[in-house]
Nanobody, 124 residues
């Protein structure tokens, strides 16, 4: 049984930093692309960042230069370092594991396993 458990969310002031973590189990983590998506209040879930099994990395334009994704295959964990946080970053952040290679790594349909999410609130 695959489980993805996010942690590290919370309240941060604009300009501050936060580090999210997602611990995975029940899958071959080192062979799996991992991603972060977010869903602001009243909006659809959207791509934030992804790291392929090979280590290739992608970012949404809105977070490029501010967020850093990384993975630790020894710990089966993927991280999202959020710097220079903005109020627009307020959302529930979800970790996801890629299961469908016919979809692009930034597409939500590429991911078959999801965590429950962690709330990030950036105050102005």
């Amino acid at each position: 049984q695959v489980q993805l458990v996010e942690s590290g969310g919370g309240l941060v002031q604009a300009g501050g930093s936060l580090r999210l973590a997602c611990a995975a189990s029940g899958l071959t983590f080192s062979n799996t692309g991992m991603a972060w998506f977010r869903q602001p209040p009243g909006k659809e879930r959207a791509f934030v960042s992804a790291v392929g099994w090979s280590g290739i990395i992608y970012y949404a334009d809105s977070v490029k230069g501010r967020f850093t994704i990384s993975r630790d295959n020894a710990k089966n964990t993927v991280y999202l370092e959020m710097n220079s946080a903005k109020p627009d970053d307020t959302a529930v952040y979800y970790c996801a594991a890629r299961t469908r290679m016919e979809y692009g790594i930034k597409q939500i349909d590429a991911y078959g396993y999801w965590g429950r999410g962690t709330q990030v609130t950036v105050s102005s």
